[in-house]
């Protein structure tokens, strides 16, 4: 459990156990119960509750232990566990029994079994236990853009996080989605940063959400940003491609790194001001941080934006990096008419122009 408190939210944990498994070392005649709770985050009582059902594979081999461990590192370089959703959490879990499912045999056992020689078992939590994990309705203002029986489209200010984490456990977008849903629930198709404000989509359905992914997946949702980044650009357009996955340094950020998930982002200097520039950025794929990652990469890192060195000019009155989903565009999932949405910039956003344009910045 502390393993996992070194880079991730209790919540991010647990679902990370739900979604892809947890290997598990159990040494000879320690009780079975007690050398789970050193591995998973979960409580005594839910290990054993969970011992009842065939949620342990024991690993017969070294090599099935070790192409798990593989594919785990894999699916897990670029992955958000404490934003998974229920439907999430089960397509992992089935590319897990997908590409493993012969060769893992689960059982249960019992709590207090002691085993003769030291083995290895991956334990896979009963996926109902995510229930307990779920976020709860939450009354909010939301600012909807558009809404049919199908989809929502949302335009979220700055500062909101869009699904519960820690420290974030209420006030969420997704916490007020469920109370102006209830009693039926929302799907979440993709995320924008807490400080990053915009237009997002969300699904009434898991078939809707489902949909919009795989578009999202084929890069046919368009999404479009407005952003401010220190320093004087040489280009006025270009394309930036690198891979991205989590930064083995430090577990807030997402780095630039060989074997890492494909990013591309495609921009466009629109004005060019005496420290910073004005960009229009399209995102071709989608990863977390992407715009903010490869900004810094050029050392031109958004304004504001602390955690890829971005300073804050003195005038931002909004903390956090200057980013604005402007522009949101799609084919809808049901009625297959194209629909396209904009976002005006914010306030602070729109102050900050005005300034460097009359030469104060």
Not at 163 to 185: D, E, S, V
Not at 235 to 261: C, H, M, S, W, Y
Not at 328 to 349: C, D, N
Request: proline share 4%; hydrophobic share 40%; net charge positive.
């Amino acid at each position: 459990m502390q393993e996992n408190k070194e880079w991730q939210d209790l919540i991010g944990a647990k679902n990370e156990c739900l979604a892809i498994g947890k290997i598990v070392q159990v040494e000879a005649n320690q009780r079975l119960d007690q050398a789970l709770q050193q591995f998973l985050p979960f409580s005594r009582s839910e290990i054993q509750a969970f011992l009842k059902k065939a949620c342990l594979a024991l690993l017969t081999t070294p090599d099935l232990a070790n192409r798990l461990r593989e594919w785990q590192l894999e699916v897990s370089s670029d992955v958000e566990f404490s934003s998974l959703n229920m439907s999430e959490i089960d397509n992992y879990r089935a590319n897990l029994m997908a590409s493993f499912g012969a060769e893992l045999q689960f059982k249960a056992y019992k709590a207090g079994l002691k085993l003769k020689t030291t083995s290895s078992f991956l334990c896979l939590a009963p996926a109902n236990l995510a229930l307990t994990y779920q976020a709860e309705p939450g009354k909010m203002e939301l600012n909807i853009v558009y809404e049919d029986d199908y989809l929502l489209v949302i335009d979220k200010p700055k500062g909101m996080v869009v699904h519960p984490a820690a420290g974030n456990w209420q006030g969420t977008l997704l916490n007020g989605l469920l109370y102006y849903l209830q009693p039926h629930k929302a799907f979440l198709v993709h995320r924008i940063d807490k400080d990053t404000s915009g237009l997002l989509v969300v699904a009434k359905s898991l078939q809707v959400q489902q949909s919009l992914q795989q578009t999202l997946q084929k890069h046919a949702i368009k999404r479009t940003y407005l952003a401010l980044a220190w320093g004087k650009m040489s280009e006025q357009k270009f394309t930036i491609k690198g891979a991205l996955a989590r930064d083995p340094a430090n577990p807030l950020k997402r780095a630039l790194v060989p074997g890492g998930k494909l990013a591309i982002t495609h921009a466009e200097l629109l004005e060019q001001f005496a420290r910073f520039a004005y960009l229009q950025l399209e995102l071709e794929t989608g990863r977390t941080h992407q715009i903010r990652v490869h900004l810094a990469a050029l050392d031109h890192p958004l304004v504001g934006d602390t955690l890829y060195g971005g300073e804050s000019l003195a005038e931002q009155t909004e903390k956090g990096q200057c980013l604005h989903a402007v522009k949101l565009s799609f084919e809808h999932p049901v009625t297959k008419q194209f629909m396209e949405f904009k976002s005006p910039l914010p306030a602070y956003f729109q102050h900050l122009l005005a300034l460097a344009r009359q030469g104060k910045l």
